[in-house]
């Protein structure tokens, strides 16, 4: 069964930074997302971390954290569920 909050996550990534030739379900959970496929850049990493603080309730403080965070859906997810609000985690 399909984690809801990296299928949340994965959604939000494409709407966040308005990726018009990707779906959701073509990100993969476990593939880099700077540098990776998706071709992120530290803009996009910018902006993905304004739209997690708003919707998830999570502070990342510094570019290295945001880099740790942001290394794949995975991580992210799990960054999440360590740090942000649980009651804005999806079920």
């Not at 700077?34 to 803009?43: E, N």
């Amino acid at each position: 069964m399909a984690d809801p909050l990296i299928a949340k996550l994965k959604q939000l990534i494409v709407e966040t930074l308005r990726l018009e030739e990707v779906t959701a379900t073509d990100i993969p959970d476990d593939e880099p997302l700077i540098g990776g496929g998706l071709s992120l850049d530290s803009i996009d990493a910018l902006e993905l971390v304004v739209r997690l603080e708003k919707d998830f309730g999570v502070k990342i403080g510094s570019s290295e954290e945001a880099r740790r965070a942001l290394s794949t859906v995975a991580t992210l997810a799990a960054y999440i569920r360590t740090r942000g609000d649980p009651t804005r985690l999806p079920t």
